[in-house]
């Protein structure tokens, strides 16, 4: 997720008032794809959590029993002064989340496998299945986003590859928590519904894939965790 610090722009700009309402938006939709497809349980994890602008909407009931992780350290710090409620953790680019096996009821992550590397969305797929037990909804790029955004994906002949292949990475260095993470770990890429069904699989029970269900430019994937 883009490092924004809700501390920086405290503002009434109207900017603001669009990040947090669309963080508003975002638990909205999850916690409809959680009633349809699953129960939510006690004990929810944000893989990705930035400045909790999802977060910071979560259902006050679920409030006890939520964690919120994330890379970037900077916005781990601004949680835990901002939001007193949460449980929150810096956790290495490619380490581990310190819980139990099966620990979590629902995870979810927002706006991070569409800036992972193939290795490393496996890695965090199998790591996610490992600390949940139930639910997982991870948002992707795929044709809802490249239809309207992304000039890197759907100009040829890189439309050709990106569906060939199913994934499609822009090659690009995206420096938002450049700080943060090893040179070229932050990337943008893509994925076809294909390519997550066949390879996903491998570690998660793939239920739905929902065009635009995780904000406007984001798909829904929504996966069983299972145990081995």
Request: hydrophobic share 40%.
């Amino acid at each position: 997720m883009r490092r924004i610090l809700c501390g920086d722009i405290t503002d009434a700009s109207e900017f603001v008032d669009e990040f947090l309402s669309g963080g508003r938006s975002l638990m909205v939709a999850l916690m409809n794809i959680a009633e349809v497809y699953g129960e939510v349980g006690e004990r929810v994890l944000e893989w990705g959590v930035g400045c909790a602008r999802i977060a910071r909407h979560i259902p006050h009931s679920l409030r006890k029993g939520f964690r919120g992780v994330d890379v970037d350290s900077v916005n781990i710090d601004w949680c835990y002064a901002n939001l007193p409620w949460g449980k929150f953790e810096a956790i290495s680019p490619s380490g581990n989340i310190k819980a139990k096996d099966g620990y979590f009821s629902l995870s979810y992550g927002w706006s991070v496998m569409t800036h992972l590397s193939e290795d490393e969305q496996d890695h965090w797929l199998r790591e996610l299945n490992r600390v949940t037990d139930g639910l997982l909804v991870i948002s992707v790029h795929g044709f809802v986003h490249a239809s309207k955004l992304a000039t890197w994906l759907i100009d040829e002949p890189y439309i050709s590859e990106w569906v060939s292949s199913g994934f499609r990475d822009s090659g690009v260095e995206n420096k938002d928590i450049a700080d943060q993470v090893p040179e070229g770990y932050y990337r943008d890429v893509a994925h076809c519904p294909a390519y997550i069904a066949e390879r996903w699989s491998k570690i998660v029970d793939v239920v739905d894939i929902i065009p635009g269900g995780f904000g406007e430019f984001h798909d829904a994937v929504v996966c069983r965790t299972r145990k081995t």
